[in-house]
């Protein structure tokens, strides 16, 4: 397990389509992240998992998107009847517990890359 | 105002130069920082953390922490044009009851030989 590996690296679907993307994070790592990034902006966060446990879901996250992370393994991001601004490269990200002095930063995947025409 | 801000640049230096990329944030609270390089359709990847105030040298890579300025920067030695890339700071913020990292937009470093 050498990292963060997410699938497919590319998705070009319809308009109102749904997507599914999947995240495989480095086995020993609890934390799992869902980020979204836009040209030319950084990495806006979505949600959070600690195991199994969704633990936040950011205001970004309409309700025509839904992760998992079933047996706090893998995580899949589902939108839902895709719109054109959805497109974006979503890219998931994991890490171990912080420590007392600070949190680990976060490795990510290759991301996504979603484009909605 | 914005949690993490960065000045988007370009910032360009001459090759064998020091390019210094600075960062402000607003949440006081914020305990640790960390420095992402992102290359043109790559993803970001991890250069320097630091969590205390002052100065963490890591090869060509200072990263500088004033908490009470609410201001990280990165120094980058003898600039290389493989050093050409976007750099994000990042700071966790606590909120929700839980610690997330939240991304500047980003400073695009060109280094030109």
């Known amino acids: 397990d050498t990292g963060v590996s997410q699938d497919p690296r590319h998705k070009i679907t319809k308009r109102g389509q749904n997507v599914t993307f999947r995240c495989d994070p480095i086995?020993?790592?609890?934390?799992l992240y869902w980020y979204r990034q836009t040209l030319g902006q950084g990495p806006e966060f979505l949600t959070y998992f600690q195991n199994e446990a969704q633990l936040e879901k950011s205001r970004l996250l309409s309700d025509r998107f839904s992760a998992e992370r079933p047996k706090g393994s893998f995580s899949t991001l589902e939108i839902q009847r895709t719109e054109q601004g959805d497109s974006a490269m979503y890219l998931c990200a994991s890490s171990p517990e912080g420590t007392g002095m600070g949190d680990y930063g976060y490795t990510f995947g290759s991301g996504t890359r979603l484009t909605v025409v | 105002q914005k949690e993490v801000e960065q000045n988007s640049g370009p910032l360009s230096v001459p090759e064998g130069a020091i390019a210094s990329l600075n960062c402000t944030y607003s949440?006081?609270?914020?305990?640790?920082f960390f420095w992402y390089r992102q290359y043109s359709g790559k993803s970001p990847e991890l250069i320097m953390f630091i969590y205390s105030n002052g100065d963490k040298e890591d090869g060509r890579f200072t990263a500088q922490l004033n908490k009470a300025s609410q201001y990280v920067s990165l120094l980058i030695r003898d600039s290389q044009p493989s050093d050409s890339a976007t750099y994000l700071c990042a700071v966790t913020m606590f909120s929700g009851g839980y610690n997330k990292l939240i991304f500047g937009a980003g400073t695009r470093l060109a280094v030109h030989p």
């Open positions: 949440d006081r609270g914020s305990q640790s």
């Open positions: 086995s020993e790592h609890n934390r």
